[in-house]
C-alpha cells in the first residue's frame, strides 16, 4: 500500500473510517527534516503494508486538520486506530521508534 495523501476531503474515510491503525505524517513542503521523515516513512509503508496505513498532511494545504490535531512543529506523527487517537511524535522518528508508537495497536 502506497503512503497516501490525506485531505479534509477524505480523511473521514481514509482515517475515521479505517479498519486497520493509521500512521499521520504531518508535513510541509519547504522542512528539510520532513524529507529525512519520508522516507522513512516510505520504507515503513513497504514492510508493515496491508497492517498499517500511513498517509501524509501537508500542513500548509490542510491547516483545519493541524488545527484539529495541534501540530506546532513538523515533522509530527498522529497514530490513529478506529478513528481514535493512539498518540503522537513530534520531530523525525525511526523505524524502531515508529514501531513503538505501534506496539499497543498491531
Known amino acids: 500500500m502506497a503512503v497516501v495523501t490525506i485531505t479534509k476531503d477524505n480523511f473521514e474515510t481514509e482515517v475515521l473510517g479505517c479498519k486497520i491503525p493509521v ?7 519547504w522542512c528539510e527534516p520532513c524529507k529525512m521523515q519520508s522516507t522513512v516513512i516510505e ?3 513497504a514492510e508493515l503494508d496491508g497492517k498499517v496505513k500511513f498517509g501524509k498532511v501537508n500542513v500548509d494545504e490542510e491547516a ?3 488545527l ?5 512543529s513538523i515533522p ?6 478506529y478513528g ?3 498518540g ?3 520531530g523525525v522518528q525511526g523505524k524502531d521508534a515508529i514501531r ?4 499497543g495497536v498491531l
Open 23 to 29: 500512521v499521520l505524517d504531518f508535513w510541509a513542503e
Open 43 to 45: 520504507e515503513l509503508a
Open 64 to 66: 483545519s486538520l493541524a
Open 68 to 72: 484539529n490535531y495541534q501540530i506546532m
Open 76 to 81: 509530527t506523527l498522529v497514530v490513529m486506530h
Open 84 to 86: 481514535l487517537f493512539q
Open 88 to 90: 503522537k511524535a513530534i
Open 100 to 103: 513503538e508508537m505501534l506496539q
